[in-house]
Structures are given as structure tokens and as C-alpha cells.
Antibody, heavy 125, light 113 residues
Framework: EVQLVESGGGLVQPGGSLKLSCTAY????????MNWVRQAPGKGLEWVAN????????YYADSVKGRFTISRDNAKSSLYLQMNSLRVEDTAIYYC??????????????????WGQGALVTVSS | DIVMTQSPDSLAVSLGERATITCESS????????????LAWYQQKPGQPPKLLIY???TRESGVPDRFSGSGSGTDFTLTISSLQAEDVAVYYC?????????FGPGTKVEIK
């Protein structure tokens, strides 16, 4: 069964750093674009960042650009999100999500077919 | 960036009745080369991650009950629940994946009347 399991969430002070991990099970991790999506308490979904299969392309939401870094280790079937200079407004559940593979020559990603259970990040003093 | 909007913000429907949610994108998400609309619908129940319901605007994900259907093209889309069941209480989000950032609509909360 395909599974995505996030870890690394917690409480951090404003200006601090945190690194999230997402470990993938029961699929060939290296074949998929991977995403981070967050959801602030009681709010909607916000896409945060994504990374191409081999890691050569990375994209970020404007709200996190320059502060967050997405990376992956295909040998460990793992996705990461390094979060620096954290702000109160970064408080959210962070989900990792798999994007289905797009056909060559088509827009780079497709719909998100599997999601993890999420990791809660709380930024507060 | 493509901006997604949804209406209504919430709706209450009687069990067995139809629920209709609309989603609008600020630019067309129809890709001319393959004639596909890059639009998905997700269902999120309290305390759970989102679940994919519909992709390509109208293709039901495997295992999704056929009371869920998607329609529309270009910039205007609809998610219909033909006969609302108690387990359909959730927030529903549309998402475009035509371009980066792959943004979501603000969500529509569906409740039982």
C-alpha cells in the first residue's frame, strides 16, 4: 500500500529553523514529482514547494521563497523541507503529496494522488 | 499565477439531495495539445488529509462513488454530489495543475441540513 509518512514537526520560536521529512513506502519514489502543501489552523490548502524526480527542478510559493528549501534523497525514498527564518504565519499542518507523472511535453505535474497524514509545525514564542 | 475561486463558501443539503459546488479559474486550464482540463477536486474530512476525487475535471478517481461527478471546461467547473450521504460531510477543494504554483480554491464546506 502506498504510504507517505511525515516527521519532524514541533514547536519553534519565530526566527528559528525546523526540518521536515517525508518517507515514502510501496512505490518507486524516484519516478514522481513530490510536493509540500500546508494548511494553517482552520484554513484552506496552500501549496508550498515541489521537486522534480531527480531533484534538478524545484519551485516555491512566493510566501516561502528564500526561507524554505525542498530536497530529496531517492536512495532513502525521502523528501525534505528545510524551514528557516520561521514566522508565526508559517504555523500549519504540513503535508507531503505525490503528483502523478505527466506525459513528456505536457505541463510538468498532474493531480496529487497520495497524501501523508501531515506534520504540525507551530511557530510561537 | 492562476487564482482559483469557489462558491458557495458553505452549503447545507438534505440527505439524498443534490449538492453542487462551482470553481472558477482566473485563466483557462484547458491545455490545447491534449484537450485536457488540468483541474482536480479533493475532499477533506475533519482531521484527515485531502483525498483525490476527480482529475482532468471529470475523471473519477478509482474507488470514488459514482454519486460524485465533475464537469466544465476552460475556466468554469462544477462538482456535483448527486445524492448526499452522511459520509460526504467535508470540505471540498478544487485545484489547478496547469501551471506553477498549482493553486487550490478556498474550499466549500458541505453539511447536512
Amino acid at each position: 500500500e502506498v504510504q507517505l509518512v511525515e516527521s519532524g514537526g514541533g514547536l519553534v520560536q519565530p526566527g528559528g529553523s525546523l526540518k521536515l521529512s517525508c518517507t515514502a513506502y510501496e512505490f518507486t519514489f524516484s519516478k514522481y514529482w513530490m510536493n509540500w502543501v500546508r494548511q494553517a489552523p482552520g484554513k484552506g490548502l496552500e501549496w508550498v514547494a515541489n521537486i522534480k524526480q531527480e531533484g534538478s527542478e524545484k519551485y516555491y510559493a512566493d510566501s516561502v521563497k528564500g526561507r524554505f528549501t525542498i530536497s530529496r534523497d531517492n536512495a532513502k525514498s525521502s523528501l525534505y523541507l528545510q524551514m528557516n527564518s520561521l514566522r508565526v504565519e508559517d504555523t500549519a499542518i504540513y503535508y507531503c503529496a505525490r503528483a502523478r507523472t505527466a506525459a513528456i511535453g505536457m505541463p510538468r505535474i498532474r493531480e496529487f494522488d497520495y497524501w501523508g497524514q501531515g506534520a504540525l509545525v507551530t511557530v510561537s514564542s | 499565477d492562476i487564482v482559483m475561486t469557489q462558491s458557495p463558501d458553505s452549503l447545507a443539503v438534505s440527505l439524498g439531495e443534490r449538492a453542487t459546488i462551482t470553481c472558477e479559474s482566473s485563466q483557462s486550464v484547458l491545455y490545447s495539445s491534449n484537450n485536457k482540463n488540468y483541474l482536480a477536486w479533493y475532499q477533506q474530512k475533519p482531521g484527515q488529509p485531502p483525498k483525490l476525487l476527480i482529475y482532468w475535471a471529470s475523471t473519477r478517481e478509482s474507488g470514488v462513488p459514482d454519486r460524485f461527478s465533475g464537469s466544465g471546461s476552460g475556466t468554469d467547473f462544477t462538482l456535483t454530489i448527486s445524492s448526499l450521504q452522511a459520509e460526504d460531510v467535508a470540505v471540498y477543494y478544487c485545484q489547478q495543475y496547469y501551471s506553477t504554483p498549482p493553486g487550490f480554491g478556498p474550499g466549500t464546506k458541505v453539511e447536512i441540513k
